[in-house]
């Protein structure tokens, strides 16, 4: 990521300032933002990959800047981008990214062995990697990243140019890596939906601040929950104080014989809205539940429709122009 020169006089480029956030053991945790909010810099400062000006952040309880070698063997990082050597087998990368941290063929072999097969890449293990298809490099990422047995994975952008199917597939080894080893994800994602889907909870950047966090259902229920679209029948009467008296009903919006209801829980509140309709004498010919989705949640935070950065962290460690982070990761 290239950082703007500091003006004269001037402190420089302000990317992520006041920075606060924790990740929980074992949790897939999300992390938005739109173009140039901030994300790649937090997340390549938190990789040891850039080097804040100020705050401080925690992996596993080590210090990031006072011991990065310590959080580099924590950690591991799979690229948005493919980082494997083409001209090298499946195997051989690995075994590489294995002596990288020190660990012989020795002490890695069956391991080795064992993540290849729990990808599916056993039967491609010996083949050179330029012959994979983008779902089997996307896989052989994140062995490699898994080599060193690490309790916290950083996720940029794994599953973006995947097809519907190599998206699931990818998912479902992350779930399985979830469950058998407590593995904790820190996860950017083009896609809002595998967020939605998948993530315990959500931190949205902007502007270089943390301007929502929670789970999925949380930040949803922020931009007004539920929306009930009751429709009735021809020259029925006026149904909007009724729908205003209902419990969970936020506000009500018609347009002739449709109402558009914004209310905390719909499925809770279809019934009641029906029992409520007979009794007044008005027939109801249609109810329809619309959930809030997180294209939603991003639109109402940001001000906009969310954009991904599309540039994967840098892979030579330099000096961020950063007034400070402050995140702890446990």
Known sequence: MVYPPAKPGGKGTV?????????RRGEIFGF???????KTTTISILTTL???TSGRATIEGVDVQADPEGVRRRLGLVFQRSTADEELTGRENMLIEAGFYGLSRGEIGNHVSDLLEQMDLSSAADKFVKSYSGGMRR???LAVGMVHRPRLVFLDEPTLGLDPQGRAGFWRYIRSLRETKGLTVFMTTHYLDEADQLCDRIAVIDHGRIVASGTPSELKDGVGGDTLVVSTAAGAGDLTPLLRSLPGVTSVASNGATYRVKCSNGESLVPKTVIAAERAGIDIVGVTVLKPTLDEVFLHLTGHAYREEGDAPSTSPSHATDPGIVSRGK
Do not use: K
């Open 139 to 141: 896989r052989l990422e």
């Open 15 to 23: 990317a992520v300032a006041g920075v606060t956030f924790q990740v």
């Open 32 to 38: 938005l933002g739109p173009n140039g909010a901030g």
């Open 50 to 52: 850039l080097v804040a």
